[in-house]
């Protein structure tokens, strides 16, 4: 895969030794072309970047060199560490987003994203359950990369984290905000924010707020699948 390093994005700071690269963002820009993406991704007064930048046609940019913090979280959090910029490397996918015209994302995005994340994973070590959506980590603020983004097709060439089989958990509180927690949720947030984000990812297709038996063993699923992975590294 051809990498275009053309274009260098100013929006970033020094990552410190002690920061290890060890969790891979995925975000959509919400900007209808590529063109006003890559634009935005490097204006000095937008104060917002990402590592890489891929266009609907596939083809990949690297905006900031992966040793330095560009700027595509913000307030975050995930497993009760914050501010995830230090830590991560971002990836923004062209797509007009939830208020434009959100769009599927094409195979050929995949295809590129799929290469990326692998290439990243090897280079840094990087677990599969450290490949996350900007909502999962910021989900009281962000709706991307959003219900459309396919992670099961990532989590089928092991680049991101999915249930095999949907289990009920036995002898165990059935209670959701332990499973959110225990994937990696901010639970300390409303617990709704939560619950929207959580089914974006991994119940794209209910919109809704709803709790019943199906989700809670969903969200255990999820969350054994997270451990497992973890239990890994
Ligand atoms: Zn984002």
Redesign the pocket.
Known sequence: MNIISNITSPNFSIRKDKEVIDTIII??TGMNSSDEAIHRLCDPNAKVSSHYFINRNGLVWQLVEDRKVAW?AGVSKWLGRKNLNETSIGIELCNPGHYNNYSNFTNKQYKSLEFLIKILKQKYFISSDRVLG?SDIAPNR?K?PGEKFNWKRLARENLAIWPKKIITPKNQKRDIEHYLQQIGYDVELNLNYIIRAFKRHFVPRDKSLLINENIVNIAYSVSEEFKKNRSLY
Do not use: G, N, R
């Open positions: 975000h959509y595509h900007h962000k991307d």
